[in-house]
């Protein structure tokens, strides 16, 4: 077996009014909020099936199913802590994570270290090991066109030291 083990995770999600903009577990002001069966959390999302992509433990679908009731609103920090504990399971630990979310507004470079700081935390590592960036779709295609927001995610995780 191989000393480390890399995934990668990607969501989208509509937007649409009259819900909260989450992402990276930090609520974002906007007039528009993304729609799904959790909170819709798309960099949360993207981090989670990273992690489990790593170790091919297939998605989160697989483990939060979007007809399953007791998902509904669910906060996806929360989500990722319980994929961390499969993580763990398995013997491996979170060496580092890297994320891009792609929107064309709201502006999200003022939340960037509150992002990376929360999700830091859920992941039991340090906020240097959670890379989060934002950039814009340059108006093309349904992000570009302000219709949802898009996260890519990769992970890196290592055995867990004994």
Same mark, same amino acid.
């Given at each position: 077996?191989?000393?480390f083990?890399?995934?990668n995770?990607?969501?989208?999600?509509r937007?649409?009014?009259?819900?909260?903009?989450?992402?990276g577990?930090?609520?974002?002001?906007?007039?528009?909020?993304l729609?799904g069966?959790?909170?819709?959390?798309?960099l949360?999302?993207?981090?989670?099936?990273?992690?489990?992509?790593?170790?091919?433990?297939?998605?989160?679908?697989?483990?939060?199913p979007?007809d399953?009731?007791? =998902?509904?609103?669910?906060?996806?920090?929360?989500l990722?802590?319980?994929?961390?504990?499969?993580?763990?399971?398995?013997? =491996?630990?979170?060496?580092n994570?890297?994320?891009v979310?792609?929107?064309?507004?709201?502006?999200?470079?003022?939340?960037?270290?509150?992002?990376?700081?929360?999700?830091?935390?859920?992941?039991g590592?340090?906020?240097?090991?959670v890379?989060?960036?934002?950039?814009?779709?340059e108006?093309?295609?349904?992000?570009?066109?302000?219709?949802?927001?898009?996260?890519?995610?990769?992970?890196?995780?290592?055995?867990v030291?004994?």
């Open positions: 077996m191989p000393p083990r890399i995934g995770g990607y969501d989208i999600h937007l649409v009014p009259e819900r909260a903009l989450i992402l577990g930090v609520s974002i002001p906007h007039s528009l909020g729609l069966h959790s909170d819709a959390d798309v949360t999302h993207a981090v989670m099936d990273a992690l489990l992509g790593a170790l091919s433990l297939g998605d989160i679908g697989h483990y939060f979007p399953d009731p007791q =998902w509904a609103g669910a906060d996806s920090v929360m990722l802590t319980q994929v961390r504990g499969l993580v763990a399971h398995q013997g =491996w630990q979170v060496a994570v890297d994320t979310v792609v929107a064309e507004r709201p502006k999200l470079k003022p939340h960037l270290p509150a992002m990376q700081a929360r999700l830091a935390l859920a992941l590592v340090m906020p240097d090991q890379g989060v960036k934002a950039t814009t779709n108006q093309l295609g349904p992000v570009g066109r302000e219709e949802g927001i898009a996260a890519h995610a990769v992970a890196l995780l290592i055995p030291s004994s």
